[in-house]
């Protein structure tokens, strides 16, 4: 089955820092990459996504993702923070049998905390 | 264009009690699906459905049971809540698999 890693549970930016989220994936084939955005007592607002082609993608807010298919990685960047993007941040792959939006597996999220 | 609706926002069960969260969504998406959310765990996915009459298991659907009579509405039954049921409970749909996945509010349960 796939699995997406988070290894950073909080992470600290200063406001107008530049940002990097983490993000693995465990999969035998390429899967559909998303990040998404929660805000606090909010659903999820998708940031971006990876089907194929680019591996560097853009999203809303300022926010880019790229895909390192030789490390698995799906990793999200943004160059200068904003104190509104202090948000909780989840990777998640889709795409793959038993997953897609019917299906997504979800890393544990990050908690993106911005000190003025 | 409302997107996902999730009725009731909040509600708090007694252990044993049943109750059906509510998922509408009105942007004929085919793809369906419920998680929940508890801390530390990012979302896990209970049930999701490819179509109306069509619904399968997804990593944790003990305890939920889903039904998809209509492809707006997708509704999960909890049969006899229980405490490790306290969660926040979100419903997703999308146009495609693997397309862009459009979540609701979220419904938070408590069960004591």
């Known amino acids: 089955a796939q699995s997406v890693t988070q290894p950073d549970i909080h992470i600290t930016v200063s406001e107008g820092a530049s940002l990097e989220l983490r993000c693995n994936y465990s999969?035998?084939?390429?899967?559909?990459l998303f990040w998404y955005v929660q805000s606090p007592g909010q659903g999820l607002q998708l940031l971006l996504k990876?089907?194929?082609?680019?591996?560097l993608v853009q999203g809303i807010k300022g926010f880019e993702a790229e895909f390192k298919r030789s490390q698995s990685s799906f990793n999200l960047r943004k160059p200068s923070v904003h104190w509104s993007d202090a948000a909780e941040y989840f990777c998640?792959?889709?795409?793959?049998?038993?997953?897609?939006?019917?299906?997504?597996?979800f890393g544990k999220g990050t908690h993106l905390i911005i000190q003025p | 264009n409302a997107g996902v609706t999730q009725t009731p926002k909040f509600q708090v069960l007694k252990t044993g009690q049943s109750m059906t969260l509510q998922c509408a969504q009105d942007?004929?998406?085919?793809?369906m699906s419920w998680y929940r959310q508890d801390p530390g765990m990012g979302l896990r996915l209970i049930h999701y459905?490819?179509?109306?009459?069509?619904?399968d298991q997804g990593e944790v659907p003990n305890g939920y049971n889903v039904s998809r009579s209509t492809t707006e509405d997708f509704p999960l039954r909890l049969l006899s809540a229980a405490p490790s049921q306290t969660s926040v409970y979100f419903c997703?749909?999308?146009?495609?698999?693997?397309?862009?996945?459009?979540f609701g509010q979220g419904t938070r349960l408590t069960v004591v």
């Open positions: 990876y089907f194929s082609g680019d591996t």
């Open positions: 942007m004929n998406h085919e793809y």
């Open positions: 459905s490819v179509g109306a009459g069509i619904t």
């Open positions: 998640a792959v889709g795409g793959v049998p038993g997953g897609g939006a019917d299906g997504l597996t």
């Open positions: 997703a749909s999308s146009y495609s698999r693997g397309g862009n996945a459009f």
């Open positions: 999969y035998g084939a390429t899967p559909y």
